[in-house]
């Protein structure tokens, strides 16, 4: 049955992104979102891997990993119910940079690669969104790297402990 304009659309609670989305983006999404519990290490993509879904955290947490030369991790980055991992593949297929998985389990909603293309293609508030959550995603980037490059051990660890509890919604942050 067809919404009428006044019908709003039922939204899984949690995810801050796709909350600011209008109506009628969100309605082009609704049909193909599913609604997971992810635990503790669940690998989303590789480096190099296609980006075949976008995750939208609604309580748990995923890290973006770069490997070293060492072969060792170092997390580059984290999204929790704030935003989503991704949403680049909407504006065409894209590859991964960095190993993604899951850091702190929780409820997520995903859709496919080209189920989000397709709804991309068709609303101009998720292109916008996209560029706009990219180029905050910029921005943030380069002032954990300020921040890295100033700031103690100690300083940097109680900033990723803040960033989770705020990412997740939970100040009981289930870590190994």
Known sequence: MPRT???TVSRPAGNRLLATLPDDAFALLEPDLR???LPQGVVCYGAGDPID???FPHTGMIS???TTGDGDMVETSSTGREGAVGVQC???????FTRTTVQIPGKFSVISAPRFEYAVGRSPA???LILRYTETLWAEAQQNAACNAI????SRLCRWLLQCADRTGSEQLLLT
């Open 35 to 37: 609604q997971l519990t």
């Open 5 to 7: 304009e006044r019908e």
């Open 126 to 128: 998720l292109r916008d």
């Open 64 to 66: 973006q990993l770069i």
């Open 151 to 154: 700031h103690d051990g100690s």
């Open 90 to 96: 909407g504006l065409g297929p894209r590859l991964s």
């Open 53 to 55: 879904q976008v995750y």
